[in-house]
């Protein structure tokens, strides 16, 4: 059983930043997948950005240049750096990790890009 916990999330005004971090239970975190999804009112969740166990990123279209995705295995920690903050990134945040046999997600954290 792996135990994720995301924080991180806040309430920004367009154009800034935020760091979210999520944090994994257990002894076996270097060798998951990791993934950032989002979901926002009344739209299906969506990936954000992945990572390999390696350290391998990758984007969706509309974070990429923004956002950063980034891993501390020692700290069984993966961060999303997110920068240039639009109202339209408004979403629950939540982190997935894929344990090969088995998925797990956090509960989700809030970020609201408003003025």
């Known amino acids: 059983q792996v135990h994720l916990v995301e924080s991180g999330g806040a309430l920004v005004q367009p154009g800034g930043s935020l760091r979210l971090s999520c944090a994994a239970s257990g002894n076996s975190f270097s060798f998951y997948a990791m993934a950032w999804y989002r979901q926002a009112p009344g739209k299906q969740r969506e990936l954000v950005a992945r990572i390999t166990s390696g350290g391998a990123p990758n984007y969706a279209g509309s974070v990429k240049g923004r956002f950063t995705i980034s891993r501390d295995n020692a700290k069984n920690t993966m961060y999303l750096q997110m920068n240039s903050l639009k109202p339209e990134d408004t979403a629950v945040y939540y982190c997935?990790?894929?344990?090969?046999?088995?998925?797990?997600w956090g509960q989700g954290t809030q970020v609201t890009v408003s003025s």
């Open positions: 997935y990790a894929n344990a090969v046999t088995k998925a797990y």
